[in-house]
């Protein structure tokens, strides 16, 4: 590090504001990241050669052999690196982010030089739409030598910022361990763009939520329709005020789609079958104080999910 600060040499910089005096644009400045760091040489920016991205020994890497160092990201710094005249604005480099003056477009046209397979194709149909989301947003290059997005403990809070509402979701009664620190987002979102509707990480949600939830997967003998369906038919996958992060308490949850003639609402009681009373079997579990392998029963006379 402090060789490459030494290196600076003043001469070239000065050799560089002749030649943007000639007019030439979209040079390359001549020592690379020696002519940037004697100007930006602050603990921030420094921080990348903590990170893969500043080691030379990186083949393909910006700072691999023959690369155009902090040029491969910043893009020509040539007349930027130069003197700037009095009253004369600083011409500039690409900038990250999206406060940014550089499009969206371009920040991640730079990325997509060294990573167009790591990210697929896929990313230009992916929900986060290229021209609105930079790499940036999320990827922290510079300012920490972990990329806050690729630790579970810090993933949810860089998504936070633009997704509020998720951030309220996680912050109910129940939901999963996202506010410890014990999951991301990303057991059930793809990152860079899928094929799958909401960027989930399986086709499915069921698949989605089955990768960690195997037990609920079955083949059961006797299957309850909406498990096999859709999870999010009645749990909340990002938090919900009801216990089991269910979307309604039962009996709600179940009277949503079982008819309230006969048995299913007025469910037997201490005299007998649909009394018209309300059950005490409703209280606390309700429903499911009776039937409780609402995911589905492997038992050979589990077909009213009771056992
Ligand atoms: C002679 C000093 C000097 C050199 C050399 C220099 N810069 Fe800069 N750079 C500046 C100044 C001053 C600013 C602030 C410009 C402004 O606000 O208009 C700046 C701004 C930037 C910014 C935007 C920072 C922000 O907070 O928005 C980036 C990125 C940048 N430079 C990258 C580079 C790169 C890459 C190089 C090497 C090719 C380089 N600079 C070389 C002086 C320099
Ligand atoms: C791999 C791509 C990449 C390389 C290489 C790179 N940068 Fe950056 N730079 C970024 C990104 C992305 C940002 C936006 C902030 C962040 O991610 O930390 C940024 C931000 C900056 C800023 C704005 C100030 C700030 O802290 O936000 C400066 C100045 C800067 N870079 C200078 C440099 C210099 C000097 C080098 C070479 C030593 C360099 N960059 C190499 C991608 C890169
Ligand atoms: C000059 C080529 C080049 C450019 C430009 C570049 N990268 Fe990289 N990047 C690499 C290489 C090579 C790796 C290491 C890949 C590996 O380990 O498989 C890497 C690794 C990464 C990683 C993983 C880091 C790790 O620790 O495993 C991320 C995230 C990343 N780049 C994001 C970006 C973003 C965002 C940009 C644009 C701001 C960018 N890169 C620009 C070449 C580049
Ligand atoms: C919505 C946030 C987000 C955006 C936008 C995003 N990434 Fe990522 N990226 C991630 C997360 C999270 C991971 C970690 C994935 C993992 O560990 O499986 C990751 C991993 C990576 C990696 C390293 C892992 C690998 O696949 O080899 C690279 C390289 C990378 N991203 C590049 C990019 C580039 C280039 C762009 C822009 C075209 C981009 N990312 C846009 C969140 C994002
Ligand atoms: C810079 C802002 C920004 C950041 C950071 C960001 N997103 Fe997004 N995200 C968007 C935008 C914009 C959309 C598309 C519009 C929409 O549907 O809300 C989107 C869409 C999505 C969608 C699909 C929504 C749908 O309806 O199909 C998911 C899932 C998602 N983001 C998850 C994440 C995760 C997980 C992270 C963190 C790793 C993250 N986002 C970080 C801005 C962002
Ligand atoms: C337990 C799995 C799971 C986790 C963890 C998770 N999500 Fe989701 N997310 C889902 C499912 C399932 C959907 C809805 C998919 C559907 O019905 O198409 C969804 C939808 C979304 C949407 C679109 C919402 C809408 O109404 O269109 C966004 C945005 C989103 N998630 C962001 C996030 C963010 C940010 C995080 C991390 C804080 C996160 N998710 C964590 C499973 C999850
Ligand atoms: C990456 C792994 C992972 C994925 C994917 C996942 N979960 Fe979870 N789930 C967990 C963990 C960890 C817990 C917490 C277990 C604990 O606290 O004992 C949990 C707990 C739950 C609970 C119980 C909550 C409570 O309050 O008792 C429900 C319900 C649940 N998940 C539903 C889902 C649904 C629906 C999906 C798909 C949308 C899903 N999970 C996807 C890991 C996952
Ligand atoms: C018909 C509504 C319904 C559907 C659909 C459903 N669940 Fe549940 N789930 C419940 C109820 C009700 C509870 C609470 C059970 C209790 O009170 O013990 C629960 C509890 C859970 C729990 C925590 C307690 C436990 O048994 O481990 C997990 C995890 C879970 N469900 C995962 C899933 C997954 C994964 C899917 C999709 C394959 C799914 N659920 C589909 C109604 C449903
Ligand atoms: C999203 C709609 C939906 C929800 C919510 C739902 N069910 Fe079901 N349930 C069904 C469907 C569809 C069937 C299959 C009916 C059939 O085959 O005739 C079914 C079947 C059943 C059966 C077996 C009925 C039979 O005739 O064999 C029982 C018992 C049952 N559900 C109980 C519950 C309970 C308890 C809850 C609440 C925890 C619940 N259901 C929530 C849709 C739902
Ligand atoms: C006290 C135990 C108990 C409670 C509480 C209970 N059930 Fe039942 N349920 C049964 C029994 C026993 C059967 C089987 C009746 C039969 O075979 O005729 C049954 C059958 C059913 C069936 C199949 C309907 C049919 O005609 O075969 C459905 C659907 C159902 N219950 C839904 C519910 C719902 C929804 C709730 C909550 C509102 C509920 N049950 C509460 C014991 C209960």
Not at 64 to 83: M, Y
Not at 110 to 138: I, Q, R, Y
Not at 164 to 179: D, N, Y
């Amino acid at each position: 590090m402090k060789l490459l600060i030494q290196a600076v040499s003043i001469a070239a910089l000065l050799v560089l504001a002749v030649q943007s005096a000639d007019g030439q644009e979209a040079n390359y400045s001549r020592k690379g990241a020696d002519t940037c760091i004697a100007c930006h040489g602050d603990a921030e920016v420094l921080t990348l050669f903590r990170t893969k991205h500043g080691a030379p020994s990186l083949p393909g890497g910006p700072f691999g052999e023959g690369q155009l160092q902090c040029e491969a990201c910043h893009g020509p710094g040539g007349s930027h690196a130069g003197r700037v005249r009095r009253g004369q604005e600083r011409p500039s480099v690409i900038i990250f982010g999206s406060e940014s003056n550089t499009s969206i477009e371009e920040q991640n046209g730079m990325c997509l030089t060294c990573h167009k397979n790591n990210v697929g194709f896929s990313w230009h149909t992916g929900a986060h739409p290229s021209d609105e989301v930079a790499c940036a947003d999320c990827h922290n290059l510079h300012h920490s030598p972990l990329d806050a997005v690729r630790q579970t403990s810090t993933q949810a809070d860089v998504c936070f910022a633009c997704h509020q509402m998720q951030r309220s979701e996680t912050q109910k009664a129940f939901s999963h361990p996202i506010l410890e620190g014990k999951m991301g987002c990303l057991g059930c979102h793809n990152m860079h763009g899928d094929n799958a509707a909401t960027q989930l990480a399986r086709l499915s949600v069921n698949d989605t939520c089955q990768q960690c939830h195997a037990e609920k997967r079955g083949p059961y003998l006797w299957e309850h329709a909406p498990v096999s369906e859709d999870c999010g038919l009645c749990h909340a996958p990002h938090g919900s005020n009801h216990p089991g992060m269910l979307t309604k308490r039962a009996p709600l949850l179940c009277q949503g789609c079982h008819s309230q003639s006969g048995h299913p609402s007025v469910a037997h009681d201490a005299d007998g079958l649909a009394s018209g009373t309300q059950s005490r079997f409703l209280l606390g579990q309700s429903c499911t104080n009776c039937h409780s392998q609402v995911h589905g029963s492997n038992h050979p006379s589990g077909s009213k999910l009771m056992r």
